[in-house]
Structures are given as C-alpha cells and as structure tokens.
C-alpha cells in the first residue's frame, strides 16, 4: 500500500498543485521568446509554493515549519506579480487573471492561516 506524507494531505498543498498546473496551462500561449524569462519565473515560482509546503512538513521544529509556509506564501505573491506583468504584456487576457487572482486569494488565506497555527503552537523542538 502507497504511503501518504503529511504535507499531501493539506488542502492548500491540493491547492497548490492546482495553481502549478492552471500555470502551466495559461503559459502554454506565451510567446516562444519568454521561455527562458516570464514563463520559466511564473512556473518556478508556483512550483515553489508545493515544494515549501512538502519542505516545511518534513521539518520537526515548528519553528522551521512555519518558516517554509511563509516561503509558500512569498512565492505565491511572485505568482501573482508575475501574473499581473504578464497581463499588462497581453500574454494573460482579463479572464484568465481574474481566475488566477481567485485561486491566488485562496491560497494566500489559508497559507496565512497555516503559517498562524504553527506560529501559535508550543514547540519544545525549536
């Protein structure tokens, strides 16, 4: 039977692959010229979000894991930026920013929140 580690059942772990691949989809249309630039920063930065929450929960202290949620949620504002920029370059229509905005929204809420209860637990590791 296939094991299952803690940060795969974390809703905002879900999320994430989610936005990791509305991502991936919404680049598909970049111009060729933006591989190596706006579609290779977006994509790095959204796959960031998953690989700091799964590094945060393979930390002991909740020192360590709170830190790794907020790195979550910093590249999730890179996200975002990104987004933007790419919007205002024509590469992402006003539809396709507004969905991403919303999954975004979603995101940073509950990160904010994990980050808060491990931020409030005791810790006698850290």
Known sequence: MRRTFGFEKLEVYRQAKDLIKEVYRLTR????????????????????????????QGRLSRRDQAHFSQMAYSS?????????????????GAQDLEGIRQMIESLA???????????DRKDSSS
Request: aromatic fraction near 6%.
């Open 29 to 56: 249309s970049f111009p060729a010229e933006e591989r190596y630039g706006l579609t290779s920063q977006i994509k790095r930065a959204a796959l960031s979000v998953a690989s700091n929450l799964a590094e945060g």
């Open 109 to 119: 809420m509950k990160l904010s929140a994990l980050h808060a209860s491990q931020v």
């Open 76 to 92: 999730l504002m890179e996200v975002l930026c990104q987004s933007d920029i790419a919007h205002e370059l024509g590469y992402l």
